[in-house]
């Protein structure tokens, strides 16, 4: 009995990570569609690494980066909890907005008219997170399907902003006017900005949040067992709104980067387009919310998505492997655990 208890205990020990499983399927299964399709795949995955780390390339993985973990956290706070906010896009272009009409009205601050973008984005953005949160606790709206809705009134009112009442004449794109110079966010090196460092002093604050906090522990404990957390004295219904309000905050900072650091103006579908919010999701889904791990598939996401463009240019296979790869890894995860959940 003992040896066989021995004998049973060692694969557990030995045996990797789902998440690790999870990439090295998918780089299999990447890699025969590679193959299929008569390319080298050894190569393939060689210009991903060498367009995504090398050094004349990492200031561009890291600004791709930037945006896509804010979005991760955006998700991951929120599932950490039990929650689900889908409402990404729309909290994004709210923030996106307001820092690019605010420099606009506030002319001649200089980096103080920044740091009203920023803060005003997060507060604009964070209400109408909570709106979702709102929704649920006093209407019973079930909160994934209200933040998904609500993205749509933000997408149509901004793109409606943008073309015709704010659109920059001189200019026949839908477009705001642009942003002056002293309000605009200082580079740091290549395409990066300072808001790079926002966004990792806003990852490191989540992580203490997550680990070190009371807080912190109710979120986790509501994300387990509800009913226990509030048993425990935890007020749900406040923390709800408090994490999405917490969560659009960081969606309307991110769009607000990309705004003043970057496009330097409201372009109608330009905050869309690159998809960070789903991709953030994806992120958030690989690291089962939790806010550290959200960051670091984040960061993958963004060296596989940047280092697609090296990989489609040197060996003429499509960038889109690599989204094909997210999914892929995402897929298995999700398999892996609807299994684990038949066994029991």
Known sequence: MNFRLRKLNLPSRLRPSPVVL????????????????????VRAYAEIVKGSLSLQNLPDTLNWA???????????????????????????????LIAALLPLALPGLGWLAALAALGAAGV???????LAAWGETRHGVPMLVSSLLLSYPAVGVTSYLAR???????????????????????????????????IAAIAVLAIVFDRRTVAGYELRMAGKNRRFAAY??????????????????????????VVLGSQFRFIDGALL?????????????LASGEPGGAILAGLFFAALQTGGFAMQR????????????QAIVILFLAMRQGAGRRRT
């Open 22 to 41: 999870a990439v090295l399927f998918a780089a299999l299964a990447g890699g025969a569609l590679v193959l299929i399709s008569g390319h080298d795949p």
């Open 164 to 198: 015709f009442p704010l659109r920059d004449v001189s200019t026949g794109l839908p477009q705001t006017a642009m942003i002056p110079d002293g309000a605009r966010l200082a580079t740091l090196s290549g395409a990066l900005n300072v808001g790079s460092l926002l």
């Open 314 to 325: 040197e060996t003429s296979v499509p960038r889109v492997l690599t989204l094909v790869l």
């Open 273 to 285: 387009s690159p998809a960070y919010t789903w991709s953030g999701l994806m992120a958030a889904l």
């Open 232 to 257: 425990g004295g935890v007020n749900l219904d406040r923390q709800a709104m408090g994490v999405m309000f917490a969560s659009g905050a960081i969606a309307g900072l991110v769009g607000a980067i």
């Open 66 to 96: 930037t945006p896509l973990v804010g979005m991760a956290l955006v998700a991951a706070i929120p599932l950490r909890g039990g929650m689900v906010n889908l409402g990404g896009d729309g909290q994004l272009l709210v923030g996106g």
């Open 124 to 130: 604009g953005a964070g209400l109408y997170a909570a």
